[in-house]
């Protein structure tokens, strides 16, 4: 199977169709903001591998904070509010195997209340979002630190998982998108308020909008915005459409954005 969507993932696709600029409203002071942010009605939270702290949305207050075991949990990537706890992307990068799971937190206390291990076999964990009555998550691949022998950047997968977290179905991505991200992998994503599916790389300040194909394996990029994050991982508001939450790792802030979003075409 990934044989196959390695060589569909070499056939040209069609170019995006749109390009953009995200407008920046605000920057918060987070040391925790390392590996990504997530938003919540009145709280952010910051993440940096086995920490997590959560701050005032309004003041920029540092609240509360956890700490992990490092060896337990080395490499928490990203986290949003999903049926009202902090739902979190981790795996054991730079390790190999890559392994992966995904944790739940109170969104107030930060207490870790459960873990789901989604074992070895495709890549990282980086992130995990709740659409359309399913989990869909990205699993990112590399050409150096943290890749696995016969596996680069091209076998990033993104995966939709049922209740159980059984595994339904997968998409590779985009050649135009495998160029901008190499040799890296993707570290953010989300579904946006238009119904496409947002991704960001590891270190270019863009974000790619993609949308689920009519036909075979890969994911069609639809658009690209310039964003203020360096990469890294990313947030809706879900409350209030076309807000964007990213980090700077340089300065340890967590950015707020607004991305003029498209309304989607019809089907």
Avoid at 135 to 148: H, I, L, P, Q, R
Avoid at 181 to 202: C, E, F, V
């Amino acid at each position: 199977m990934l044989a196959l969507l390695f060589a569909l993932a070499d056939v040209p696709a069609l170019a995006p169709t749109f390009t953009g600029s995200a407008e920046t409203l605000r920057r918060l002071p987070a040391p925790e903001a390392r590996q990504g942010v997530a938003v919540g009605r009145r709280h952010l939270y910051a993440i940096a591998n086995y920490r997590i702290a959560r701050y005032d949305r309004k003041t920029g207050a540092r609240q509360a904070a956890w700490e992990g075991d490092p060896v337990r949990f080395p490499h928490i990537n990203s986290c949003a509010i999903i049926r009202n706890e902090l739902v979190c992307a981790a795996s054991n990068f730079p390790a190999v195997p890559q392994a992966s799971s995904v944790e739940s937190f109170d969104r107030l206390t930060l207490a870790h209340k459960r873990s789901v291990s989604l074992g070895q076999g495709i890549g990282s964990l980086t992130w995990v979002d709740r659409h359309d009555g399913a989990w869909w998550a990205m699993f990112a691949n590399y050409d150096a630190k943290g890749g696995e022998p016969g596996r680069d950047h091209r076998y990033t997968l993104l995966v939709r998982f049922d209740d159980a977290w059984r595994r339904t179905e997968s998409w590779a991505l985009p050649p135009s998108i495998l160029q901008r991200i190499a040799p890296m992998s993707i570290s953010g994503g989300g579904w946006g308020p238009d119904g496409r599916l947002y991704l960001s790389g590891h270190d270019r300040p863009e974000i790619y909008a993609v949308s689920l194909p009519k036909g075979g394996t890969t994911l069609d990029h639809v658009g690209t915005y310039t964003v203020a994050n360096e990469g890294q991982a990313i947030d809706w508001d879900e409350r209030n459409p076309g807000l964007l939450y990213g980090i700077t790792r340089k300065g340890g802030e967590m950015i707020e954005m607004r991305v003029p979003v498209r309304r989607k075409a019809a089907p």
